[in-house]
């Protein structure tokens, strides 16, 4: 009888390992938004690493947080780092790429909960009045994303995230003088 119960549990844990390993190997995460103002305007809070403070979907989850720039004040070369409670974590972004009023491309390394490394993007295309944004992340998934990914849909994680952090920035822009 044991014997029958620990060959159950080899074959589940073979199963369950294969069913892991053929998961996708990436991940990507997006959400879109029109905002009623120029991309000048979007652009502008998203490049500046120092504004994101006003529209972040998890700046306000920890008023103790520690936040530091480094390197260019915005744009290619500009630094965040943070480190705050388990809801924020601790991690750092990178400005890789930015073309004016175009697109911004970061580099997003988590350090705490877990190590993780994602590439974000935004892109700001004109759409009759308006701007159309676009916020994107996408990463690779190993062993581990992998099972947790079998009970948590990385979209869904993260995508409301993104939707509060889009209609935290449309906000914000279409109505300046609340700053």
């Given at each position: 009888m044991a014997k029958k119960i620990l060959i159950g549990i080899v074959i589940l844990v073979i199963v369950f390992v294969i069913i892991v390993a053929i998961q996708p190997p990436q991940y990507r995460?997006?959400?879109?938004?029109?905002?009623?103002?120029?991309?000048?305007?979007?652009?502008?809070?998203?490049?500046?690493?120092?504004?994101?403070?006003?529209?972040?979907?998890?700046?306000?989850?920890?008023?103790?947080?520690?936040?530091?720039?480094?390197?260019?004040?915005?744009?290619?070369g500009a630094i965040y780092h943070w480190s705050g409670n388990n809801k924020v974590g601790e991690g750092r972004m990178t400005i890789l790429e930015s073309r004016a009023n175009d697109l911004v491309r970061i580099k997003l390394d988590f350090i705490k909960p877990f190590a993780s490394t994602a590439d974000t993007e935004f892109s700001f295309k004109p759409d009759a009045n308006q701007t159309a944004v676009a916020w994107s992340m996408a990463g690779k998934k190993n062993f581990m994303s992998k099972a947790f990914g079998l009970f948590v849909n990385m979209d869904k994680m993260i995508g409301g995230d993104f939707e509060k952090g889009l209609a935290q920035l449309k906000s914000l822009v279409e109505n300046p003088a609340k700053k």
């Open positions: 995460v997006v959400r879109t938004t029109a905002i009623a103002a120029p991309q000048t305007a979007v652009f502008e809070q998203v490049n500046d690493l120092h504004k994101w403070e006003a529209w972040s979907p998890w700046a306000k989850l920890d008023p103790g947080m520690k936040q530091t720039y480094e390197g260019s004040p915005a744009g290619t």
